[in-house]
């Protein structure tokens, strides 16, 4: 069993739809919690992390973790075509040292 | 600032040779790390540093080797390249401010394609 499940979907949705991602993980060891944007043909770039359980919103944007299911999520309000991407989730111990990342979510927002 | 530089882009090796990778970072980030991005396998951990003259194992290491003689830069070797090593490998770096508390991102550079024949 893989450290981090993720649906790789492809979704595709209208301009101004919400958009949920989701992925669960199976080590409850895992304190931290990110989501990386993977334009194609580039590196991974930092869209959002939290700690341990709990929301955070950053724009149209809303990290959610439940450590009690081990489930995590992304929501993304009001898509943009500029959104379209692959939207990696990663998680990491107390220590930081190596990050467990999901197969990532293919993405596509249609104008 | 370059941020993470990958050299070379674009490769292509036959079976059995052997070439090296290099990440070089201008950010004076501690940590660096190597991973190979696959098709429904996601970013997987190969080697990371955790300073100069350091290196460890990640998930999975075994036909590659690392070194990290200078602070900036990271080396990923193949000795007898396969086919199952063609992927996509990228470097990453982070600064680390004594206990991580997930604040310090790993910034990642733009890849190095490598095609195993």
């Known amino acids: 069993q893989k450290e981090v499940e993720q649906d790789p979907g492809p979704l595709s949705v209208p301009e101004g739809a919400i958009v949920s991602l989701n992925c669960t993980y199976s080590n409850s060891a895992f304190q931290y919690f990110m989501w990386y944007r993977q334009y194609s043909r580039k590196g991974p770039e930092l869209l959002m992390y939290t700690y341990s359980s709990g929301n955070k919103e950053d724009g149209r944007f809303t990290a959610q973790v439940d450590k009690s299911s081990k489930y995590i999520s992304l929501f993304i309000r009001d898509s943009q075509p500029s959104d379209s991407a692959t939207y990696l989730c990663a998680m990491s111990a107390n220590t930081g040292n190596q990050f467990y990342f999901g197969t990532g979510t293919s993405l596509t927002v249609i104008p | 600032n370059a941020g993470v530089t990958q050299t070379p882009k674009f490769r292509v090796l036959k079976t059995g040779q052997s070439m090296t990778l290099l990440c070089a970072q201008d950010m004076n980030h501690e940590y660096m790390y190597w991973y190979r991005q696959d098709p429904g396998m996601g970013l997987r951990l190969i080697h990371y540093?955790?300073?100069?003259?350091?290196?460890a194992k990640g998930e999975v290491p075994d036909g590659y080797n690392v070194s990290r003689l200078k602070k900036q830069n990271f080396l990923l070797g193949l000795e007898s390249a396969a086919p199952s090593q063609t992927s996509v490998y990228f470097c990453a770096s982070r600064r680390v401010l004594g206990t991580w508390k997930g604040t310090d991102t790993q910034y990642f550079g733009p890849g190095t394609r490598l095609t195993v024949l």
């Open positions: 540093s955790v300073g100069e003259g350091t290196t």
